[in-house]
């Protein structure tokens, strides 16, 4: 397979429907590849906690349909990051979309864990609750947000529901960018799957990003990082190595606590 990430620098004089036209563009750009994903909270950037309630939409909002139609027309799975979703009944949720080289809505996962403790996402947006995998014609894809990186059992779960390539937008900060990437190759190992993570790049409401999206084998090998501010990173990976690791390195079968959660396709 080969997987574009596009790193986004949100530039925040720029109007949210230049943005869109703009990443479009640069999806568009990625046709050749099987999958592209892009980060967390692209349309506002992740800390301008501020501009969520103003620049939320519904599920099928201008966003879904600029990144529906890129997809179809780049012919490419597209992990479209995640937008602030207002539900119809009020409540607001970072919710990612992944759509089919069609153009069809393939899954929408609600992140599970907001950060902010007492502030910012924590409270000006409800939690997830379900777990959402999606079958592509090589591999399962299991989708996680930003913060989520840091729970475990999430990333468990995934897998026991399928997942072999989990994948994670962010808007992570450049202070924690060690986090960032110890915890990447720690969510690969201990699960023996592919993770794909991509952050942002620039900086968002006056917090420095850490750009550095990284993909990481079921080994907890760096296949490819991406530097502050590059825009896209590109790497070829395959999918099979995920049941070969298995099958040499069976640790998985070793498990004794296990967790059971509810979860969709």
């Not at 879904?64 to 012919?75: C, L, P, V």
């Not at 995640?82 to 153009?103: A, C, H, K, Q």
């Not at 609600?110 to 090589?138: C, N, Q, W, Y």
């Amino acid at each position: 397979m080969r997987a574009s990430l596009i790193q986004i620098a949100v530039d925040e004089g720029e109007s949210v429907e230049s943005r869109r036209r703009r990443v479009a563009a640069l999806v568009r750009e990625q046709a050749g590849a099987d999958l592209v994903v892009l980060p967390e909270l692209w349309t506002t950037g992740a800390f301008a906690f501020e501009e969520f309630g103003s620049e939320a939409e519904p599920l099928e909002g201008p966003t879904y349909e600029a990144m529906a139609k890129a997809a179809s027309d780049a012919g490419v799975w597209l992990h479209a990051g995640s937008i602030p979703e207002r539900d119809p009944d009020g409540p607001l949720y970072n919710t990612s979309l992944v759509f089919s080289p069609s153009g069809d809505l393939a899954a929408a996962y609600r992140k599970i864990h907001r950060f902010g403790f007492d502030k910012g996402e924590a409270v000006l947006m409800s939690a997830g609750e379900d777990l959402v995998t999606v079958r592509l014609p090589d591999t399962t894809l299991g989708l996680a947000t930003c913060y989520d990186l840091r729970f475990p059992e999430l990333f468990r779960s995934l897998v026991d529901a399928g997942a072999e390539t989990l994948v994670v937008p962010a808007g992570w900060p450049e202070r924690r960018r060690a986090h960032w990437t110890l915890l990447a190759q720690a969510r690969a190992i201990e699960n023996q799957t592919f993770v794909l993570a991509c952050g942002t790049a620039g900086t968002h409401a006056q917090v420095p990003q850490a750009g550095h999206s990284i993909v990481v084998d079921p080994w907890g090998t760096v296949l490819a990082e991406a530097g502050a501010d590059q825009e896209v990173l590109t790497v070829d990976f395959d999918p099979g190595r995920v049941a070969t690791t298995r099958e040499q390195f069976p640790a998985l079968k070793d498990r004794v606590l296990g967790i059971t959660t509810p979860h969709r396709r």
